[in-house]
């Protein structure tokens, strides 16, 4: 029997030149490289992902273990705290109404001229209080010089060697930030042995906590 060719006679010029076995090779080597890779990150993630949800379980396995209080202890550190904010706020409202007698008679010491010498001072609290002296000095002969208009009073007696010297501690007492409405009671010439000297009395009024200069 006679062999006979069934391909067309075409095919043999359209079939293109055979490939490289290397080329072939090295785009076979270069898939499976890219595989690896893939599966190397892939297997990274998969571990990365174990190791945070393991440090999770631990986490949440040790705030299970944190005691809970209870709802009476809750309730009374709520008390304690609520207490205390109103001791704090009465604290500072009582303060805001205190009269720091400390800074006004430091004030008053620093104008106080050298040539100005103290037979009384005294300073009194507001009326709604007990109204006690704060600080004083007096001889033999003292003298109660009443205060000016208002709940506060603060009045000095002295003597000096002059009408000008007079006017000079009134000038200074009105630079005071704490005293207002100061003003001169009394100013007369007495003897102190054989020299003329100057006794006064002034009053001012202590400026009220919070009042505006």
Known sequence: MRAVNLLPKDSARRAG?????????????????????????????HGKVKS???????KQAELA???????????????LVADKSARVAALNAALSKRIAWDRVLREFALVLPDDVWLLSLSATAPSSAA????????????SSTPTLGGQLGFSIE???????????????LAIVPDLQQVQLISSQQ???GNRTIIHFKISANVRAPGASS
Do not use: C, F, N
Not at 52 to 58: D, K
Not at 65 to 79: G, M, T
Not at 159 to 168: L, M
């Open 65 to 79: 273990a944190i005691p809970v209080p209870a709802q009476s202890r809750l309730q009374q550190q709520d008390a």
């Open 131 to 142: 109204a006690t002296p704060v600080a004083g000095t007096s001889s033999t002969s003292s």
């Open 52 to 58: 945070r949800e393991l440090e999770l379980a631990q």
């Open 17 to 45: 030149p055979p490939v490289p076995t290397a080329v072939a090779a090295t785009v076979i080597g270069g898939l499976v490289l890219v595989s690896l890779m893939v599966s190397v990150l892939l297997l990274s993630a």
């Open 158 to 172: 002295g003597y000096t060697y002059s009408h000008d010297a007079v006017a000079r501690l009134l000038t200074r």
């Open 190 to 192: 007495a003897k102190l």
